[in-house]
């Protein structure tokens, strides 16, 4: 991981895996960000964490790795999330589901104060190290990064307009519901997603935004960095702890070849 905000490392040309949390543990975020990842993503949309925890994953991924880069992505794009979220010191943000650039016009509004939005005011927040840091209002959104996503083939047609939405730092692919959009519920892989996929990632970077996409799994993952996608979400943490654990269950279930060796001299 860098030291720098991830809005500073995601840049066109980056290659920055990530991890997808979800299992409403700071131990496993403490554990993920220990690994050295460029990224971990704590969902709150397909995920039960609540708001009150999520402090808790970020004093969590800061005692593992003070330069961890943690995005949480919003259980809806809502005003109200957004700010709370920000006040305890969320820097990077992902709004599921935005359609449309006033949509994501009005996302960003949600992250920056006045003028330049409408974020509402409080003076000790755990953004500012509670009125310590006195620079805070003039600075913050150096280090914030707002992260789109388009999901539906509607979505991907307005990607020119989105992407030119002043403030939107990066753009993120949500491949499962892009195929059931596209009538191809639970098949991702399938090469009309897939055609549309790479459509979305060449509209992204001819506006100047680096792609992010889920890709669980080395090899798909790679695939999808070889593919120029920037940010990949190559493991989440449900998912991989199930394969570890089936398989393992599954290899201690196949007869020990010194085992059979021995029965077959027997």
Not at 174 to 199: F, Y
Not at 202 to 209: K, N, P, V, W
Not at 240 to 266: E, F, G, I, N, Y
Request: overall charge negative; some cysteine.
């Amino acid at each position: 991981m860098s030291g720098k905000p991830l809005k500073q490392t995601l840049r066109p040309g980056s290659r920055l895996p990530g991890f997808w949390l979800s299992l409403c543990s700071p131990t496993v975020t403490e554990i993920a960000a220990g690994s050295g990842v460029d990224w971990l993503l704590l969902d709150m949309e397909h995920a039960p964490n609540d708001l009150s925890q999520i402090t808790d994953h970020l004093r969590a991924a800061g005692s593992a790795n003070p330069d961890a880069q943690m995005i949480v992505r919003m259980p809806s794009s809502d005003q109200t999330m957004t700010k709370r979220l920000l006040d305890i010191g969320v820097r990077n943000l992902m709004f599921p589901m935005i359609q449309t650039a006033e949509a994501a016009r009005q996302a960003v509004s949600w992250t920056r104060y006045p003028p330049e939005g409408l974020r509402g005011i409080s003076a000790t927040i755990r953004a500012n190290d509670y009125a310590r840091q006195t620079d805070y209002l003039s600075t913050y959104a150096e280090a914030q990064c707002v992260i789109v996503q388009v999901e539906t083939p509607e979505a991907v047609a307005e990607i020119p307009t989105i992407a030119a939405v002043p403030g939107v730092d990066a753009i993120f692919i949500g491949p499962g519901d892009l195929s059931s959009a596209m009538g191809h519920t639970g098949n991702p892989m399938h090469p009309d997603v897939q055609e549309k996929i790479r459509e979305a990632v060449e509209a992204i970077h001819a506006a100047g935004l680096p792609a992010g996409i889920l890709g669980y799994g080395a090899d798909l993952a790679q695939r999808y960095f070889d593919e120029g996608i920037e940010f990949v979400a190559i493991a989440g943490d449900a998912w991989l702890l199930t394969r570890q654990m089936d398989a393992l269950v599954q290899t201690m279930a196949q007869p020990s070849p010194t085992l059979t060796q021995q029965t077959h001299k027997d």
